[in-house]
């Protein structure tokens, strides 16, 4: 089974999207659009940029938390198969 690194606000993370001017827009924007489900790859595209420094760095700041969700490599693994 295979994890894929997911990010998580904080409650500083929280307090800043109140205060954009204090963090800048690209941190705001992708302050906005973390939720613990979406990966970097994911962010990246929606944001138009690579964000996975910024990622890093913000999880270093106290901004963001690593979330991770396990993924099974085939959907049908374990699925019953009654005819």
Do not use: F
């Not at 994911?42 to 964000?51: A, C, K, N, P, R």
Request: proline fraction near 5%; glycine fraction near 8%; charged fraction near 20%.
């Amino acid at each position: 089974m295979q994890t894929i690194m997911r990010c998580a606000k904080t409650v500083k993370a929280w307090e800043a999207l109140a205060r954009p001017d204090l963090v800048g827009k690209p941190v705001h924007s992708l302050l906005l659009m973390v939720n613990g489900r979406r990966s970097d790859r994911e962010l990246s595209l929606l944001l138009g940029d690579d964000v996975t420094g910024l990622m890093h760095s913000l999880l270093k700041q106290g901004y963001l938390q690593q979330t991770t969700l396990p993924v099974n490599g085939d959907p049908d693994e374990g699925a019953s198969t009654s005819v």
